[in-house]
């Protein structure tokens, strides 16, 4: 958004400098779409117990994949000024990699509304690698999250965009 001078400013800042909610009550209904991904290195070792699905806490992915779901929808109670949006999907995939090694998680959050759905899949991923850490850190306090970033949205007036 821009300021009166033509200069950019930030949607969430009232000239007076507090913070607001941005009024989208003027703004039509799009479908949305955001992906985010990161992910968590650990020893190898350790990726090797989540899937030989040998670690004491249960089944480390299919946890984190349900840990992340629940955060989409609740993202509006943990970020300050985010509205809540009525998703319609919220897809997650995580894989292994060790070449990392470590695990890959990746969300996928739709819907049809007035503003995107970026915050939404970002707090799912970050909440499923959250989520893998506390199921095993008992034997890998050393894990590292890391590269957590949008890589595409589409919809709304902005149009579509995807990391380079």
Excluded: F
């Amino acid at each position: 958004m821009k300021d009166t001078t033509g200069k950019k400013r930030l949607t969430h800042v009232a000239s007076s400098g507090d913070a607001k909610m941005v009024d989208v009550s003027e703004k039509d209904s799009t479908d949305r779409v955001a992906t985010a991904r990161g992910s968590i290195r650990m020893l190898p070792e350790t990726l090797a117990a989540i899937e030989a699905n040998s670690l004491k806490k249960g089944d480390v992915l299919s946890v984190a994949r349900v840990a992340g779901i629940l955060a989409a929808k609740r993202t509006p109670e943990l970020i300050p000024l985010c509205h809540p949006i009525p998703l319609t999907d919220i897809q997650i995939e995580m894989r292994a990699d060790r070449a990392l090694p470590g695990i890959i998680a990746e969300a996928t959050a739709r819907a049809n509304w007035k503003t995107g759905v970026e915050m939404e899949a970002l707090t799912a991923v970050t909440v499923c690698l959250l989520t893998v850490y506390d199921m095993a850190k008992a034997v890998d306090r050393g894990m590292e999250l890391g590269d957590i970033s949008l890589v595409q949205k589409s919809g709304g007036k902005l149009g579509d965009w995807s990391r380079g």
